[in-house]
């Protein structure tokens, strides 16, 4: 079974900047369509940043402009790049990702997956 596996989490101060990345744990996963979520303590978990396998972005209104989501395509990985961090950007991220891939008898398996999880914490 695959797993997504969040990196790059930290903390930060305001104005600061971090790159999350999500890579899959079996090297023949190919990534389809994909997101950032966030939870932040007491709240509900909210899409943050979507991008189609086509590369088309979107993105939740309190994040345009300062995140950008792409797919690095030679390390099989999707990035978010965040940048202008703010207090309220503190919440755990969570890769999303719906892909291919195929198991130890040829055959393709196809699922959505969810990792484990990523801190990140804007000091003011």
């Known amino acids: 079974q695959v797993q997504l596996v969040e990196s790059g989490g930290g903390v930060v101060r305001t104005g600061g900047s971090l790159r999350l990345s999500c890579a899959a744990s079996l090297r023949n996963f190919r990534f389809n369509d994909a997101a950032w979520y966030r939870q932040a303590p007491g709240k509900e978990r909210e899409m943050v940043a979507s991008?189609?396998?086509?590369?088309?972005?979107n993105y939740a209104d309190s994040v345009k402009a300062r995140f950008t989501i792409s797919r690095d395509n030679a390390e099989n990985t999707v990035v978010l790049q965040m940048t202008s961090l703010k207090p309220d950007d503190t919440a755990v991220y969570y890769c999303?990702?719906?892909?291919?891939?195929?198991?130890?008898?040829?055959?393709?398996?196809?699922?959505?997956?969810w990792g484990q999880g990523t801190q990140v914490t804007v000091s003011s």
């Open positions: 991008i189609t396998s086509g590369g088309s972005a």
């Open positions: 999303n990702a719906d892909g291919i891939y195929y198991n130890d008898d040829g055959a393709p398996v196809v699922g959505r997956y």
